[in-house]
């Protein structure tokens, strides 16, 4: 096996990790970082939706109680109904429009350049968001009605414009539409379980013919280090926001998209273009 190929499955891995459930992209920072690496080919394909599960799982074993009591409940507890029926109707904005428009994005918006402009608006618009008058009306997720889940759920269909970034875009649907930091942290986290579930599904059928055994190493390698560098993610980012904005995160992307559009204006890197 090439050592250097597990080196790229591992970095990979923590970088899906880290940037999935902070404001940031993570598919923007795979696309970035596989085009830099070389490791763009149809193996890649799979091996980003695996450590994409990596991340998915991270968040499920983190609210592992919380889930396992829905569950446990579900045909019993009225709340544990509520929930689901919030996380379903978040949910479908996303499902629907993704089934319309998954083939067509994949092929003319996933490349660096796409990502770069799209993690520079991204940016802009947190800042905005940011400088405006925050007042939070729902403090609890359960507290959600079923349009804030409906608004937040368009919001996160936006982000899939790679780049954009799903959690940056449900968590400042969530401020705009009146919830708190947290719960607005929260609820991304639990909307991302099914519909990251959905799609990794989904373009597990669509590229199942490009599995192969050999790349199980690099898979592992990848999958691993997805689901720890969540883990730590997760905790960490919820922690962050207890008492800072998120003004750090959009100038990283501001100036992270100004760098790689930089690097491609001048001929420094010959990016993947649209």
Known sequence: MDLSLLLTALVLGIVEGLTEFLPISSTGHLIVLGDLLGYNDDASKVFKIVIQLGAILAVCWDYRERL???????????????????????????????????STIKGLLFNPITVA?????GGVVILYVEKRAYHPRIHEVDAMRWSDALK??????????????????????????????????????????????????????????LLRLEDLPVFAVGFVASFVA????????????????????????????????????????????P
């Not at 396992?68 to 709340?79: C, D, K, M, P, Q």
């Not at 402009?117 to 608006?121: E, G, K, P, R």
């Not at 899939?160 to 449900?170: E, H, L, Y």
């Not at 708190?180 to 990251?196: D, N």
Request: charged letters at 10%; aromatic letters at 20%.
């Open 68 to 102: 396992l009591h829905v569950a446990g409940s579900l045909a019993t507890e009225r709340s544990s109904q509520r929930f689901v029926g919030l996380l379903f109707v978040g949910f479908l904005p996303a499902a629907v429009l993704g089934l319309m428009f998954h």
């Open 117 to 121: 402009t799209a993690l520079v608006i």
């Open 152 to 209: 937040v759920g368009f919001a996160q269909a936006v982000a899939m414009i790679p780049g954009t970034s799903r959690s940056g875009a449900t968590i400042m649907g969530g401020l705009i539409f009146g919830l708190s930091r947290k719960t607005a942290a929260e609820f991304s986290f639990f909307l991302a379980i099914p519909t990251m579930f959905a799609a990794t599904v989904y373009d597990l059928y669509k590229n199942w013919a």
């Open 230 to 273: 969540a883990m730590w993610a997760v905790k960490s980012f919820i922690k962050f926001i207890s008492n800072h904005t998120f003004i750090a995160f959009a100038w990283y992307r501001i100036v992270f998209g100004i760098f790689v559009l930089a690097t491609w204006y001048f001929g420094w890197v010959e990016w993947s273009e």
